[in-house]
């Protein structure tokens, strides 16, 4: 009786020790499950936050300052196109037909001290005489004699569209508008493939011959 005793002993003793190593593996098994996970979801998060930061790097505004202030430019939109107007504007017999803007290209030249001719502006307020006669054309009905204004001060960003030139005829002119946030997201460098149209893209006053105009809006087409 008590051999049988004795062995039960032992063998609860053994079961003991059989499930008390089965604990501290499973603790153990545990323990390492979860550093694995820790590490690999600190890894996911900084290859996470890696890429958002490249994404805002190439969305964040690249303002160029030059000619003392003259020009300012963010590189990152790609502006260049016509605008427009989709309201009337105009001041005597001058009307605003549309707002050009020249490639890359031609700003980088204008910026570098290169002196531009009205052709040559990258930047460019084009207006209608409306007592010559009307023509009409693929790109709709425009004026004979037109009279074109470059912006000899510019601020091209996404919060300022404005232009200030002279020329003769209108005289000082100047432009202070803002592009539509819409039309931004779009005109990025890494915001995809490029509008070729859009309605509503610029609103801004314009000022000529001592008048301004508030609120005229511009619908945007991609001639680049």
Known sequence: MQKQNGC??????????????????LAIGAFY???????????????????????????????????????VRDRNLRLGGRYEASSDARSGHLKLE?????????????????????????????????TSPAVTTDEGTSYAVSVRVACRRYSLTRDAFTC????????????????????????????????????NALTGDLTVGGQTIKGVTFTYWDDE
């Open 8 to 25: 039960l002993t032992a063998f609860v003793v053994i079961i003991g020790i059989i499930g008390a190593v089965l604990l501290v593996s």
């Open 33 to 71: 499950a979860a550093n694995y996970m820790h590490s690999h979801q600190a890894q996911i998060d900084e290859a996470s936050s890696a890429e958002s930061s490249e994404v805002a790097e190439s969305l964040a505004p690249d303002v160029a300052n030059a000619g003392d202030g003259a020009f």
């Open 98 to 130: 549309r707002i050009s803007v020249g490639a890359p290209e031609y700003f980088d030249a204008l910026e570098a001290g290169g002196a531009a001719t009205v052709s040559q502006a990258p930047f460019v307020l084009e207006f209608g005489d409306v």
């Open 164 to 199: 200030e030139g002279e020329g003769a005829g209108p005289g000082k002119v100047s432009f202070r508008g803002k592009l539509d946030p819409a039309f931004v997201a779009k005109i990025t460098v890494s915001g995809g493939p490029k509008p070729y149209f859009l309605e």
